[in-house]
């Protein structure tokens, strides 16, 4: 399978599960599952053998992942560890075990994969700008997602390198809006220059402070701050 670069994992068409359909029942999940089965190793390498054959197993599960489902299937194997959204998974070193128990882990790890695309792709949704709003609630509207796509990130457990999940998603949540892929990188690395860190939660006003300084760069207008006509939609986005 060809190597997933880092422009590609930030491109979002790729990963939209409105793009993707994802047909699974019990025929497909028994297919995967016998698969899986086939590429874990009869004797494991363990500690003593570095976990050859552990990590030889995952990367045969993840070509076959990505050659069945496609490029969106990317992240099965994300685990919070690095960032991502997965705790199904670990690596191949912990998860590679006997062949019944890697392809359970296998396939949980998958379906948690796609049920977050969908929850993240849900929120895009809700979060989005109308598009005819004016720059001044454009701005409102911007510096309010991503205060909430951040928080989606750390709500999903990510740990060391949250802050690289955070920046595919809010560059994810800009193209999803219309927005050229390399402009919205710019404009999500130049709000968040560097202030994020690996394994450190951010204060509340640092994650608002990003959100403020996206918008800005974005539309040139600051954001309402309390406007009364938007507290119900703030406590509709505060509720999710």
Not at 22 to 43: I, M, N
Not at 71 to 100: K, R
Not at 149 to 157: E, I, K, M, N, R
Not at 217 to 222: I, K, P, S, V
Request: proline share 6%; with cysteine.
């Amino acid at each position: 399978m060809p190597v997933i670069t880092y422009e590609d994992i930030r491109n979002w068409s790729d990963f939209d599960p409105t793009r993707h359909p994802f047909a699974w029942d019990e025929d497909e999940e028994a297919h995967l599952r016998s698969l899986v089965r086939e590429w874990v190793p009869p004797v494991l390498s363990g500690q003593a053998g570095w976990w050859r054959g552990e990590r030889w197993c995952e990367r045969q599960v993840d070509a076959i992942i990505r050659e069945r489902y496609g490029p969106w299937a990317w992240g099965w194997n994300w685990c919070y560890l690095d960032g991502g959204p997965i705790g199904g998974w670990v690596s191949g070193p912990t998860s590679v075990t006997t062949p019944e128990e890697t392809a359970t882990r296998v396939v949980a790890a998958l379906l948690e994969w796609r049920k977050w695309l969908e929850r993240t792709a849900a929120r895009f949704a809700e979060l989005a700008p109308p598009p005819d709003a004016s720059p001044e609630d454009r701005s409102w509207h911007l510096e309010r997602a991503c205060v909430r796509l951040v928080t989606h990130v750390l709500d999903s457990g990510a740990e060391g390198g949250w802050h690289g999940q955070a920046s595919i998603v809010l560059g994810w949540f800009l193209t999803s809006a219309g927005m050229d892929q390399a402009e919205a990188g710019r404009a999500v690395e130049s709000a968040i220059g560097g202030r994020f860190e690996s394994w450190v939660t951010p204060e509340w006003t640092l994650i608002e402070s990003v959100g403020e300084d996206l918008a800005v760069g974005l539309t040139g207008h600051a954001p309402y701050q309390d406007h009364r006509e938007r507290t119900a939609l703030e406590d509709l986005h505060d509720r999710r």
